[in-house]
T-cell receptor, first 114, second 115 residues
Framework: DAGVIQSPRHEVTEMGQEVTLRCKPI?????LFWYRQTMMRGLELLIY????????DSGMPEDRFSAKMPNASFSTLKIQPSEPRDSAVYFC????????????FGPGTRLTVL | LAKTTQPISMDSYEGQEVNITCSHN???????ITWYQQFPSQGPRFIIQ???TKVTNEVASLFIPADRKSSTLSLPRVSLSDTAVYYC????????????????FGTGTQLKVEL
């Protein structure tokens, strides 16, 4: 298996633009997580899905952030409009069944908002 | 939500055994202890998970005393490639009955291994 796939790996955009980050979880995993990592705040859980259904989105910082999982093999995290403080590395992770302590992380998307 | 406390950094030399201790005084009955490793520019990687006593795999050992208020990750004979940040997490592994008990990574322990 190729592992969790994220795209793009790097994104540079200007303030106010819409940003869409994509994730393909490991086949067979039915839980998916979006994290954000910065030097100041560390690794923060934004939202997680189980069987494509959002379970907890309390970590989503603002209404500018939204996430979808239309099917078991694809998820998106959208920021609209983006702001410089959104600059961070965004990780997607997936896990098998309900045992979400063992998560498999993707390589991350480094987002820079100018 | 069980909080964890671990050292900010540790230094070691190649070939030595490294023990990183994590405190989690208010761990709940259903909580498991999980350790992750993160290299620069990569996502965290699961190392080991346990509930009580001792767990060992090909990478590390995890020691958990009877009161479960702390745990120790043991890395045998470290090498330069073990230089990374190590996170201790405590939580209910059941994503639904965990009651939204989100895994919190904290700041981790920066391990630096030198020659």
């Amino acid at each position: 298996d190729a592992g969790v796939i994220q795209s793009p790996r790097h994104e540079v955009t200007e303030m106010g633009q819409e940003v869409t980050l994509r994730c393909k979880p490991i086949s067979g995993h039915n839980s998916l997580f979006w994290y954000r990592q910065t030097m100041m705040r560390g690794l923060e859980l934004l939202i997680y899905f189980n069987n494509n259904v959002p379970i907890d989105d309390s970590g989503m910082p603002e209404d500018r952030f939204s996430a979808k999982m239309p099917n078991a093999s694809f998820s998106t995290l959208k920021i609209q409009p983006s702001e410089p403080r959104d600059s961070a590395v965004y990780f997607c992770a997936s896990s098998f069944r309900l045992v979400y302590n063992e998560q498999f992380f993707g390589p991350g998307t480094r987002l820079t908002v100018l | 939500l069980a909080k964890t406390t671990q050292p900010i950094s540790m230094d070691s030399y190649e070939g030595q055994e490294v023990n990183i201790t994590c405190s989690h005084n208010n761990i709940a009955t259903n909580d498991y202890i999980t350790w992750y490793q993160q290299f620069p520019s990569q996502g965290p990687r699961f190392i080991i998970q346990g509930y009580k006593t001792k767990v060992t795999n090909e990478v590390a050992s995890l020691f958990i005393p009877a009161d479960r208020k702390s745990s120790t990750l043991s890395l045998p004979r470290v090498s330069l490639s073990d230089t990374a940040v190590y996170y201790c997490l405590v939580g209910d592994p059941d994503i639904l009955t965990g009651g939204g008990n989100k895994l919190t990574f904290g700041t981790g322990t920066q391990l630096k291994v030198e020659l």
